[in-house]
Nanobody
Framework: QWQLVESGGGLVQPGGSLRLSCAASGFNLDAYTIGWFRQAPGREREGVSSISSSGRRTDYAVSVKGRFTISRDNAKNVVYLQMNSLKPEDTAVYYC?????????????????WGQGTQVTVSS
């Protein structure tokens, strides 16, 4: 069974850093675009970042550009989201997802498989 599992979330102070991981089981990530999304209470799920299957193309939401970095290690079957200079408004549940058509998008409906999410809370 195909599964995506996020990890690395937690409570961090403003200005701090976290690294999220998205690990796949049951399939290889190396052929697919992987996206990170987040959803805060009462808000729509929004795209944060995406990375193409090769890793050569990355995209970021304006709100996180310059602070977050997405990367992948296809040998380990893992995609990472390094989050620096975290702000309280980054607080959300973070999800990773796989686009089986490798469309290199941050549009939610283009993604086929989703993880269960990991909570990130930025607070002093």
């Amino acid at each position: 069974q195909w599964q995506l599992v996020e990890s690395g979330g937690g409570l961090v102070q403003p200005g701090g850093s976290l690294r999220l991981s998205c690990a796949a089981s049951g399939f290889n990530l190396d052929a697919y675009t992987i996206g990170w999304f987040r959803q805060a209470p009462g808000r729509e799920r929004e795209g944060v970042s995406s990375i193409s299957s090769s890793g050569r193309r990355t995209d970021y939401a304006v709100s996180v550009k310059g602070r977050f970095t997405i990367s992948r290690d296809n040998a380990k079957n893992v995609v990472y989201l390094q989050m620096n200079s975290l702000k309280p408004e980054d607080t959300a549940v973070y999800y990773c997802a796989a686009d089986l058509k490798d469309r290199q998008s941050m549009i939610r409906v283009m993604y086929d498989y989703w993880g269960q999410g990991t909570q990130v809370t930025v607070s002093s």
